[in-house]
Protein backbone atom coordinates (compact mmCIF):
# COMPACT_ATOMS: atom_id res chain seq x y z
CA UNK A 1 0.00 0.00 0.00
CA UNK A 2 1.49 3.60 -1.01
CA UNK A 3 -0.28 5.78 1.55
CA UNK A 4 0.56 8.68 -0.69
CA UNK A 5 -1.50 7.34 -3.85
CA UNK A 6 -4.34 10.10 -4.68
CA UNK A 7 -7.57 8.64 -4.60
CA UNK A 8 -10.92 9.24 -6.19
CA UNK A 9 -13.93 8.45 -5.30
CA UNK A 10 -16.86 8.71 -7.74
CA UNK A 11 -20.11 7.96 -5.89
CA UNK A 12 -19.21 9.08 -2.66
CA UNK A 13 -22.19 9.85 -1.38
CA UNK A 14 -24.09 6.81 -1.64
CA UNK A 15 -24.32 4.23 0.65
CA UNK A 16 -20.83 2.81 0.13
CA UNK A 17 -18.93 5.74 -0.83
CA UNK A 18 -20.00 7.41 2.35
CA UNK A 19 -18.31 4.58 4.23
CA UNK A 20 -15.93 3.65 2.05
CA UNK A 21 -14.31 7.25 1.52
CA UNK A 22 -14.24 7.53 5.48
CA UNK A 23 -12.65 4.15 5.94
CA UNK A 24 -9.71 5.39 2.55
CA UNK A 25 -9.33 8.49 4.54
CA UNK A 26 -8.23 6.18 7.42
CA UNK A 27 -5.45 5.27 5.35
CA UNK A 28 -4.43 7.49 2.73
CA UNK A 29 -3.66 11.04 2.83
CA UNK A 30 -5.23 12.43 0.10
CA UNK A 31 -8.88 11.05 -0.83
CA UNK A 32 -11.18 13.17 -3.05
CA UNK A 33 -15.20 12.56 -2.30
CA UNK A 34 -16.82 13.26 -5.71
CA UNK A 35 -20.78 13.04 -6.73
CA UNK A 36 -23.63 14.60 -7.70
CA UNK A 37 -25.20 15.54 -5.06
CA UNK A 38 -23.24 17.19 -1.62
CA UNK A 39 -21.89 15.42 0.98
CA UNK A 40 -22.90 16.01 4.46
CA UNK A 41 -21.43 15.68 8.37
CA UNK A 42 -18.00 13.54 8.66
CA UNK A 43 -18.00 12.90 4.92
CA UNK A 44 -18.24 16.93 4.37
CA UNK A 45 -15.73 17.94 6.74
CA UNK A 46 -13.21 15.39 6.85
CA UNK A 47 -11.44 16.18 3.35
CA UNK A 48 -11.62 17.21 -0.52
CA UNK A 49 -14.88 17.08 -2.59
CA UNK A 50 -15.38 17.73 -6.00
CA UNK A 51 -19.05 17.89 -7.69
CA UNK A 52 -18.86 15.53 -10.70
CA UNK A 53 -21.34 14.23 -12.80
CA UNK A 54 -19.02 11.15 -14.19
CA UNK A 55 -21.04 11.63 -17.64
CA UNK A 56 -19.21 14.60 -18.29
CA UNK A 57 -16.30 12.99 -19.73
CA UNK A 58 -14.59 16.61 -19.91
CA UNK A 59 -14.93 17.47 -15.85
CA UNK A 60 -13.80 14.07 -14.76
CA UNK A 61 -10.82 14.34 -16.87
CA UNK A 62 -9.73 17.84 -14.97
CA UNK A 63 -10.27 16.54 -11.64
CA UNK A 64 -8.13 13.58 -12.21
CA UNK A 65 -4.97 15.53 -13.89
CA UNK A 66 -5.32 18.85 -11.78
CA UNK A 67 -5.19 16.32 -8.63
CA UNK A 68 -2.30 14.16 -10.18
CA UNK A 69 -5.61 11.15 -8.96
CA UNK A 70 -3.51 7.46 -9.20
CA UNK A 71 -6.34 5.48 -7.89
CA UNK A 72 -10.16 5.64 -8.64
CA UNK A 73 -12.96 3.75 -6.52
CA UNK A 74 -15.89 4.30 -9.33
CA UNK A 75 -19.17 3.74 -7.46
CA UNK A 76 -21.55 6.04 -8.86
CA UNK A 77 -24.79 3.94 -10.32
CA UNK A 78 -28.50 3.29 -10.88
CA UNK A 79 -29.50 0.35 -8.64
CA UNK A 80 -31.63 -2.20 -9.80
CA UNK A 81 -35.28 -1.15 -8.54
CA UNK A 82 -34.52 2.51 -9.47
CA UNK A 83 -33.27 1.20 -13.11
CA UNK A 84 -36.63 -0.74 -13.29
CA UNK A 85 -38.40 2.70 -13.50
CA UNK A 86 -35.85 4.52 -15.87
CA UNK A 87 -34.15 1.76 -17.90
CA UNK A 88 -32.49 5.01 -20.03
CA UNK A 89 -31.06 6.57 -17.27
CA UNK A 90 -29.92 3.40 -15.77
CA UNK A 91 -28.00 2.18 -19.30
CA UNK A 92 -26.45 5.86 -19.51
CA UNK A 93 -25.33 6.12 -16.21
CA UNK A 94 -23.65 2.82 -15.50
CA UNK A 95 -22.74 2.29 -19.26
CA UNK A 96 -21.25 5.95 -20.34
CA UNK A 97 -20.07 6.44 -16.89
CA UNK A 98 -17.72 3.58 -16.63
CA UNK A 99 -16.89 3.97 -20.19
CA UNK A 100 -15.58 7.54 -19.29
CA UNK A 101 -14.22 6.26 -15.99
CA UNK A 102 -12.16 3.53 -18.11
CA UNK A 103 -11.20 6.10 -21.09
CA UNK A 104 -10.11 9.08 -18.31
CA UNK A 105 -8.24 6.33 -16.26
CA UNK A 106 -6.47 5.11 -19.44
CA UNK A 107 -5.44 8.27 -20.13
CA UNK A 108 -4.19 9.27 -17.37
CA UNK A 109 -1.66 8.40 -14.47
CA UNK A 110 -4.71 6.41 -12.77
CA UNK A 111 -2.83 3.20 -12.02
CA UNK A 112 -5.20 1.40 -10.30
CA UNK A 113 -9.57 0.86 -10.16
CA UNK A 114 -12.29 -0.36 -8.59
CA UNK A 115 -15.55 -0.95 -9.67
CA UNK A 116 -18.48 -2.70 -8.47
CA UNK A 117 -20.45 -5.39 -10.05
CA UNK A 118 -22.88 -7.00 -8.51
CA UNK A 119 -24.99 -10.30 -8.06
CA UNK A 120 -28.10 -9.11 -10.86
CA UNK A 121 -25.76 -10.00 -13.27
CA UNK A 122 -26.86 -13.36 -12.51
CA UNK A 123 -30.41 -14.30 -14.52
CA UNK A 124 -33.27 -16.87 -14.38
CA UNK A 125 -30.98 -19.61 -16.38
CA UNK A 126 -28.18 -19.58 -13.12
CA UNK A 127 -28.02 -22.23 -10.65
CA UNK A 128 -29.77 -20.33 -8.16
CA UNK A 129 -27.75 -21.83 -4.92
CA UNK A 130 -23.90 -21.88 -4.31
CA UNK A 131 -23.36 -19.72 -7.74
CA UNK A 132 -20.28 -20.77 -9.29
CA UNK A 133 -17.70 -17.86 -10.68
CA UNK A 134 -18.17 -18.70 -14.03
CA UNK A 135 -21.54 -20.03 -14.55
CA UNK A 136 -24.52 -19.28 -17.07
CA UNK A 137 -25.32 -15.27 -16.96
CA UNK A 138 -28.27 -14.24 -18.59
CA UNK A 139 -29.37 -11.38 -16.53
CA UNK A 140 -32.94 -9.81 -17.24
CA UNK A 141 -32.78 -6.25 -15.33
CA UNK A 142 -31.30 -3.63 -17.27
CA UNK A 143 -29.12 -3.21 -13.97
CA UNK A 144 -27.59 -6.83 -14.54
CA UNK A 145 -27.48 -5.98 -17.90
CA UNK A 146 -25.24 -3.03 -17.97
CA UNK A 147 -23.42 -4.28 -14.78
CA UNK A 148 -22.27 -7.58 -17.18
CA UNK A 149 -21.60 -5.35 -20.08
CA UNK A 150 -19.41 -3.46 -17.63
CA UNK A 151 -17.85 -6.54 -16.52
CA UNK A 152 -16.55 -7.41 -20.16
CA UNK A 153 -15.46 -3.63 -20.47
CA UNK A 154 -13.65 -4.07 -17.32
CA UNK A 155 -11.78 -7.46 -18.66
CA UNK A 156 -10.86 -5.97 -21.73
CA UNK A 157 -9.40 -2.94 -20.63
CA UNK A 158 -7.01 -5.38 -18.32
CA UNK A 159 -6.36 -7.31 -21.49
CA UNK A 160 -5.83 -5.08 -24.15
CA UNK A 161 -4.88 -1.29 -22.09
CA UNK A 162 -3.15 -3.13 -18.69
CA UNK A 163 -5.62 -0.98 -16.49
CA UNK A 164 -5.07 -2.56 -13.06
CA UNK A 165 -9.24 -3.43 -12.81
CA UNK A 166 -10.57 -4.72 -9.87
CA UNK A 167 -13.90 -5.48 -9.01
CA UNK A 168 -16.47 -7.58 -6.24
CA UNK A 169 -19.84 -9.17 -7.24
CA UNK A 170 -21.40 -7.20 -4.08
CA UNK A 171 -24.53 -9.22 -2.60
CA UNK A 172 -27.52 -6.64 -0.79
CA UNK A 173 -25.13 -4.49 1.33
CA UNK A 174 -26.73 -4.06 4.76
CA UNK A 175 -25.72 -0.57 6.82
CA UNK A 176 -27.44 2.00 9.15
CA UNK A 177 -25.24 5.31 8.09
CA UNK A 178 -26.60 6.27 4.86
CA UNK A 179 -30.08 4.69 3.31
CA UNK A 180 -30.09 2.46 0.66
CA UNK A 181 -29.69 3.86 -3.23
CA UNK A 182 -33.10 2.10 -4.52
CA UNK A 183 -32.05 -1.62 -4.73
CA UNK A 184 -34.33 -4.55 -4.55
CA UNK A 185 -32.30 -5.98 -1.26
CA UNK A 186 -33.29 -2.46 0.52
CA UNK A 187 -35.44 -4.08 2.33
CA UNK A 188 -33.30 -5.46 4.41
CA UNK A 189 -31.76 -2.33 5.70
CA UNK A 190 -35.31 -1.03 6.43
CA UNK A 191 -36.28 -3.34 8.61
CA UNK A 192 -34.10 -3.13 11.14
CA UNK A 193 -35.29 0.93 11.03
CA UNK A 194 -38.55 0.05 11.51
CA UNK A 195 -38.49 -2.81 13.85
CA UNK A 196 -36.37 0.07 15.96
CA UNK A 197 -39.07 2.14 15.52
CA UNK A 198 -42.51 0.75 15.32
CA UNK A 199 -41.95 -2.86 16.02
CA UNK A 200 -43.41 -4.08 12.99
CA UNK A 201 -42.60 -4.30 8.94
CA UNK A 202 -44.19 -4.89 5.85
CA UNK A 203 -41.96 -6.16 3.43
CA UNK A 204 -41.58 -5.78 -0.83
CA UNK A 205 -40.31 -8.97 -0.92
CA UNK A 206 -42.35 -12.56 0.08
CA UNK A 207 -41.18 -14.55 3.20
CA UNK A 208 -39.25 -16.93 1.36
CA UNK A 209 -37.59 -15.28 -0.81
CA UNK A 210 -33.53 -15.92 -0.32
CA UNK A 211 -30.83 -13.81 -1.24
CA UNK A 212 -27.28 -13.18 -1.08
CA UNK A 213 -26.50 -10.14 2.03
CA UNK A 214 -23.24 -8.89 3.54
CA UNK A 215 -22.47 -6.51 6.11
CA UNK A 216 -21.01 -2.81 5.48
CA UNK A 217 -18.01 -3.39 7.44
CA UNK A 218 -17.35 -6.88 5.77
CA UNK A 219 -18.15 -4.91 1.89
CA UNK A 220 -15.56 -2.08 3.07
CA UNK A 221 -12.69 -4.99 4.18
CA UNK A 222 -13.41 -6.63 1.05
CA UNK A 223 -12.73 -3.85 -1.61
CA UNK A 224 -10.27 -2.34 0.40
CA UNK A 225 -8.27 -6.15 0.63
CA UNK A 226 -9.07 -6.62 -3.03
CA UNK A 227 -7.21 -3.15 -3.98
CA UNK A 228 -4.80 -4.11 -1.60
CA UNK A 229 -3.91 -7.70 -3.04
CA UNK A 230 -0.48 -7.55 -4.67
CA UNK A 231 -1.52 -7.79 -8.65
CA UNK A 232 -0.34 -10.90 -9.27
CA UNK A 233 -2.98 -12.30 -7.20
CA UNK A 234 -6.09 -11.00 -8.91
CA UNK A 235 -6.64 -13.51 -11.54
CA UNK A 236 -10.17 -12.01 -12.04
CA UNK A 237 -10.72 -9.66 -13.64
CA UNK A 238 -14.36 -9.52 -14.91
CA UNK A 239 -15.44 -9.69 -11.30
CA UNK A 240 -14.77 -11.82 -8.29
CA UNK A 241 -17.88 -13.59 -6.61
CA UNK A 242 -18.04 -12.80 -3.02
CA UNK A 243 -20.55 -14.10 -0.08
CA UNK A 244 -21.25 -13.50 3.77
CA UNK A 245 -24.97 -14.74 4.52
CA UNK A 246 -27.83 -15.63 2.32
CA UNK A 247 -31.40 -15.05 3.91
CA UNK A 248 -35.24 -14.77 3.37
CA UNK A 249 -37.16 -11.71 4.82
CA UNK A 250 -38.86 -14.81 7.01
CA UNK A 251 -35.27 -15.67 8.58
CA UNK A 252 -34.10 -11.79 8.61
CA UNK A 253 -37.57 -11.57 11.22
CA UNK A 254 -36.63 -14.03 13.53
CA UNK A 255 -33.24 -13.33 13.46
CA UNK A 256 -34.69 -10.03 14.89
CA UNK A 257 -36.85 -11.56 17.29
CA UNK A 258 -33.51 -12.66 19.11
CA UNK A 259 -33.39 -9.24 20.06
CA UNK A 260 -36.82 -7.79 19.67
CA UNK A 261 -39.15 -10.82 20.76
CA UNK A 262 -42.64 -9.25 19.93
CA UNK A 263 -41.42 -7.34 16.17
CA UNK A 264 -43.63 -8.49 13.57
CA UNK A 265 -43.43 -9.23 10.03
CA UNK A 266 -45.86 -9.33 7.09
CA UNK A 267 -45.88 -9.53 3.37
CA UNK A 268 -46.85 -7.73 0.47
CA UNK A 269 -44.75 -8.24 -2.23
CA UNK A 270 -44.36 -5.20 -5.44
CA UNK A 271 -42.61 -5.59 -8.48
CA UNK A 272 -39.16 -6.14 -6.95
CA UNK A 273 -40.16 -9.63 -6.16
CA UNK A 274 -39.86 -10.70 -9.50
CA UNK A 275 -36.07 -9.20 -9.88
CA UNK A 276 -35.38 -10.97 -6.63
CA UNK A 277 -36.61 -14.47 -7.91
CA UNK A 278 -34.31 -14.20 -11.02
CA UNK A 279 -31.26 -13.86 -8.24
CA UNK A 280 -29.68 -16.11 -7.05
CA UNK A 281 -29.93 -17.55 -3.46
CA UNK A 282 -26.32 -17.77 -2.34
CA UNK A 283 -23.28 -17.23 -3.95
CA UNK A 284 -19.87 -19.63 -4.00
CA UNK A 285 -17.13 -17.40 -3.19
CA UNK A 286 -13.98 -20.04 -3.77
CA UNK A 287 -12.04 -18.56 -5.68
CA UNK A 288 -12.13 -15.22 -4.09
CA UNK A 289 -10.91 -16.90 -0.85
CA UNK A 290 -8.16 -18.65 -2.94
CA UNK A 291 -6.51 -15.87 -4.85
CA UNK A 292 -6.66 -13.14 -2.31
CA UNK A 293 -7.73 -14.82 1.05
CA UNK A 294 -11.00 -13.27 1.21
CA UNK A 295 -13.52 -14.74 4.49
CA UNK A 296 -16.50 -12.42 5.91
CA UNK A 297 -16.79 -11.54 9.85
CA UNK A 298 -20.13 -11.30 10.22
CA UNK A 299 -22.92 -13.49 10.30
CA UNK A 300 -26.73 -13.06 10.23
CA UNK A 301 -27.11 -12.79 14.35
CA UNK A 302 -23.72 -10.69 14.86
CA UNK A 303 -25.48 -8.14 12.17
CA UNK A 304 -28.93 -7.82 13.41
CA UNK A 305 -26.87 -7.29 16.86
CA UNK A 306 -24.70 -4.45 15.37
CA UNK A 307 -27.38 -2.80 13.59
CA UNK A 308 -29.98 -2.73 16.18
CA UNK A 309 -27.33 -0.81 18.48
CA UNK A 310 -27.20 1.81 15.81
CA UNK A 311 -30.54 2.61 14.10
CA UNK A 312 -32.45 5.26 16.15
CA UNK A 313 -35.78 4.32 17.85
CA UNK A 314 -37.80 3.90 20.83
CA UNK A 315 -38.76 0.09 20.79
CA UNK A 316 -36.40 -2.09 23.36
CA UNK A 317 -33.57 -4.52 22.49
CA UNK A 318 -32.64 -6.82 24.56
P1 LIG B 1 -26.08 4.62 -4.08
O1 LIG B 1 -27.21 4.81 -5.02
O2 LIG B 1 -26.34 4.67 -2.62
O3 LIG B 1 -24.93 5.66 -4.41
C1 LIG B 1 -24.57 6.01 -5.71
C2 LIG B 1 -24.06 7.43 -5.70
O4 LIG B 1 -23.74 7.79 -7.04
C3 LIG B 1 -25.11 8.45 -5.21
O5 LIG B 1 -24.58 9.24 -4.17
C4 LIG B 1 -25.44 9.28 -6.45
O6 LIG B 1 -25.69 10.64 -6.17
C5 LIG B 1 -24.16 9.11 -7.26
N1 LIG B 1 -24.40 9.32 -8.69
C6 LIG B 1 -25.46 8.91 -9.43
N2 LIG B 1 -25.32 9.32 -10.70
C7 LIG B 1 -24.16 10.00 -10.75
C8 LIG B 1 -23.47 10.67 -11.81
N3 LIG B 1 -23.98 10.76 -13.04
N4 LIG B 1 -22.28 11.24 -11.51
C9 LIG B 1 -21.77 11.20 -10.27
N5 LIG B 1 -22.38 10.59 -9.24
C10 LIG B 1 -23.56 10.00 -9.49
O7 LIG B 1 -25.39 3.24 -4.48
P2 LIG B 1 -24.48 2.31 -3.58
O8 LIG B 1 -25.38 1.33 -2.91
O9 LIG B 1 -23.54 3.10 -2.77
O10 LIG B 1 -23.71 1.49 -4.71
C11 LIG B 1 -22.43 1.86 -5.17
C12 LIG B 1 -22.00 0.87 -6.23
O11 LIG B 1 -22.00 -0.46 -5.69
C13 LIG B 1 -22.91 0.82 -7.45
O12 LIG B 1 -22.10 0.63 -8.59
C14 LIG B 1 -23.76 -0.40 -7.22
O13 LIG B 1 -24.18 -0.97 -8.42
C15 LIG B 1 -22.80 -1.31 -6.49
N6 LIG B 1 -23.51 -2.29 -5.67
C16 LIG B 1 -24.19 -1.90 -4.55
C17 LIG B 1 -24.88 -2.86 -3.80
C18 LIG B 1 -25.64 -2.48 -2.55
O14 LIG B 1 -26.33 -3.34 -1.99
N7 LIG B 1 -25.54 -1.24 -2.08
C19 LIG B 1 -24.84 -4.20 -4.18
C20 LIG B 1 -24.18 -4.55 -5.36
C21 LIG B 1 -23.49 -3.59 -6.08
C1 LIG C 1 -29.77 -3.94 -5.69
O1 LIG C 1 -30.62 -4.56 -5.02
O2 LIG C 1 -29.99 -3.39 -6.77
C2 LIG C 1 -28.35 -3.92 -5.15
C3 LIG C 1 -27.57 -5.03 -5.72
C4 LIG C 1 -27.68 -6.38 -5.15
O3 LIG C 1 -26.86 -4.85 -6.68
N1 LIG C 1 -28.40 -3.95 -3.73
Not at 14 to 37: C, F, H, M, P, W
Not at 208 to 237: C, F, G, S
Not at 241 to 246: C, G
Request: hydrophobic share 35%; with cysteine; glycine share 6%.
Amino acid sequence: MNTSDTILVIGACGQIGSELTLELRNRYKNVIASDLKEPEGELKDSGQFERLDVLNKNQLAEIISKNNVTQVYHLAAILSATGEKNPELAWRVNMKGLRNVLDVCTESDVKKLFWPSTIAVFGPTTPRTNTPQWTVMEPNTIYGISKQAGERWCDYYWQKKKLDVRSVRYPGLISYKTPGGGGTTDYAIDIYFEAKKHGKFTSFLAENTRLPMMYMPDAIRATIELMEAPIEKVKVRSSYNISAVSFSPKEIAASIRKFIPEFEISYAPDFRQKIAENWPESIDDSVAQKDWGWKPEYDMDAMTKDMLEHVPGEVEVH
